[in-house]
């Protein structure tokens, strides 16, 4: 039995909490927003079969340690925090236990409505980026298969409403921070901050450099961050993984001061031209399988930040100027 949580807000609402198993390793935390008049479900998990399993088992586990009967055909509302297959996979197995909206930020909405065009384009995004950062052909192939196998088996889902920032959503207020995700949105339930991927307690939330998606990109990140880091009256913060956090501006400022020390110690290293795939090797070490995959894509999201504000040029100008898709060499200012 999963071990459910609950948390009372300053405002008389309750928000409950149980953990799934999304992939084998990544256990996704779903939420469940109790206004009283309205059950709110926050993220579904991945769709694979043991996360729908413990996706039913959850509420089973709410009804044992909380008392509280809710079922999935209970739920009036499905918001999904962002567009990654560990939290809105679940969406086509949800949808045969209840007709309830389903609302996402516009800058998510055709990764849930349109997915299977979104992983096409996304994956042509991904190889141009791969040859820039200069991985051989072979390798690269082994990346993207498991770029495409890790999406899964989702079916496109319509969605019914969107998230905004101008409009409170059951009494909800919803923040949109681009970053980790185009759609990222933060909710907030009185004292209480739903941060899905945008603020987890131990890991740093991953990277992805904007030339594969649009409103990614760590420029975009360190906004979004200092953005929360603004809000007052925030107790308690509830990530889409990991545990809660108590202290979310301590936990930004941990994050943001990682984020710096890689960049400087991307300049450092650039002080002799490199490709982002030498510069992965030097962040992250000997990673294996979809991890080295992630680390390029960080590195690739820092080496872009400091390329856009002019600290990184191009170092190889004849080959930018001789090839179609050229590996790009990066340098100091
Ligand atoms: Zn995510
Ligand atoms: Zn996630």
Not at 42 to 67: K, T
Not at 150 to 175: H, N
Not at 219 to 230: C, E, F, V
Request: contains cysteine; proline residues 4%.
């Amino acid at each position: 039995m999963q071990q459910a949580a609950s948390f009372p807000t300053s405002g008389g609402r309750t928000v409950y909490s149980f953990p799934v198993t999304a992939f084998p390793g990544l256990v996704a935390n779903i939420y469940l927003v109790d206004n009283g008049d309205e059950l709110i479900l926050v993220d579904c998990g991945s769709g694979m079969a043991q996360s729908n399993q413990e996706l039913l088992a959850g509420f089973d586990a709410l009804r044992e340690q909380f008392g509280v009967s809710f079922t999935l055909g209970d739920v009036d509302r499905i918001v999904i925090t962002h567009g990654h297959i560990d939290h809105f996979g679940g969406l086509p197995f949800v949808r045969e236990h209840t007709d309830a909206p389903i609302g996402v930020h516009i800058l998510d909405r055709r990764v849930l409505s349109h997915y299977e065009e979104r992983v096409l384009v996304a994956a042509r995004r991904l190889t141009s980026f791969l040859i820039g950062a200069g991985i051989a052909p072979e390798q690269r192939d082994n990346l993207m298969a498991m770029y495409l196998f890790a999406k899964g088996s989702y079916r496109s889902t319509p969605v019914q409403f969107l998230l905004d920032e101008a409009e409170l959503l059951a009494g909800i207020q919803v923040y949109h921070v681009p970053g980790h995700c185009p759609g990222q949105v933060c909710l907030r339930v009185d004292d209480v901050l739903l941060t899905a991927d945008h603020v987890l307690a131990w890991t740093t939330p991953h990277q992805a450099p904007e030339s594969i998606t649009l409103s990614t990109g760590l420029g975009h990140y360190l906004q979004s961050l200092a953005a929360i880091r603004r809000l007052e009256g925030i107790r308690l913060a509830l990530g889409g993984h990991e545990a809660p956090m108590a202290d979310l501006c301590g936990r930004i400022d941990a994050i943001t001061a990682l984020h710096e020390e890689r960049l400087s110690r991307v300049l450092e290293l650039c002080h002799t031209p490199c490709t982002i795939a030498e510069i992965s090797k030097q962040l992250f070490g000997a990673v294996r399988s979809y991890h080295v995959l992630l680390a390029l894509e960080e590195t690739g999201a820092h080496v872009e930040y400091l390329y856009q504000r002019g600290e990184l040029i191009a170092a190889n100008l004849d080959e930018v100027e001789r090839q179609e898709n050229p590996v790009l060499l990066y340098r100091r200012v």
